[in-house]
């Protein structure tokens, strides 16, 4: 069974930082490539960005928002991907889901981000 | 930055019929962007239904069923039942690179 677990969210003050981990399992991690969307509360999805495979170069993506303070990597042998959050505003307060590109066929829980004075 | 755009709202009698439509700020779409559609229904992590265009996950209903119509991307449903009362949100592919979600259609069942 493809499954996407996601973990690291919580409460931090605007200008903070924050790292999310999504744990894979049931596919081939290493070959898929994987994005990150969120979705603010009472809102619609919105996408944050994406990591291609390491055979693909493993380059990534942003949307226009996050660029510059939001990166991506991945950790292939742990099957491991992660956001890491830097200068947050309130504005990034979301549920942040891990997503495999695969046909999208796979979707995380979603792990609550709050930023918060 | 391309704007996506869907139906608000849209409201379908059980048993009916009902078309929701997701077009594109910058021209028509094509399966060049290759139209995803997504259903979330509340409390819930978003679930795929269609990918590039109208390619379905075996999870994916019958009566769900994706196009290109009037250079929009479609996503029909045919006889609707109670529980296809949910959020819709499609999303384009720009450039093979960024990702763009409509703002969703939120669909009732009455």
């Known amino acids: 069974e493809v499954q996407l677990v996601e973990s690291g969210g919580g409460s931090v003050k605007p200008g903070g930082s924050l790292r999310l981990s999504c744990v894979a399992s049931?596919?081939?991690?290493?070959?898929?490539?994987m994005s990150w969307v969120r979705q603010a509360p009472g809102k619609g999805l919105e996408w944050v960005g994406r990591?291609?495979?390491?055979?693909?170069?493993?380059?990534?993506d942003y949307a226009a928002p996050v660029q510059g303070r939001f990166t991506i990597s991945r950790d292939d042998r742990k099957k491991t991907l992660s956001l890491q959050m830097n200068s947050l505003v309130t504005e990034d307060t979301a549920i942040y889901y891990c997503?495999?590109?695969?046909?999208?066929?796979?979707w995380g829980q979603g792990t609550l981000v709050t930023v918060s004075s | 930055q391309a704007v996506v755009t869907q139906e608000p709202s849209l409201t379908v009698s059980p048993g009916g019929t009902v078309t929701l439509t997701c077009g594109s700020s910058?021209?028509?779409?094509?399966?060049?962007?290759?139209p995803y559609w997504f259903q979330q229904k509340p409390g819930q992590a978003p679930r795929t239904l269609i990918y590039?265009?109208?390619n379905t996950h075996s999870w994916t209903p019958a009566r769900f069923s994706g196009s290109l119509l009037g250079g929009k991307a479609a996503l029909t449903l045919w006889g609707a039942q109670p529980e296809d009362e949910a959020n819709y949100y499609c999303?384009?592919?720009?450039?093979?690179?960024?990702?763009?979600f409509g703002g969703g259609t939120k669909l009732t069942v009455l």
């Open positions: 990591v291609k495979s390491k055979t693909d170069a493993g380059t990534t």
């Open positions: 910058i021209g028509a779409v094509t399966s060049g962007h290759y």
């Open positions: 590039d265009t109208d």
């Open positions: 999303m384009l592919s720009y450039s093979g690179a960024r990702r763009v």
């Open positions: 049931g596919f081939s991690f290493n070959d898929a490539w």
């Open positions: 997503v495999t590109e695969q046909h999208w066929l796979a």
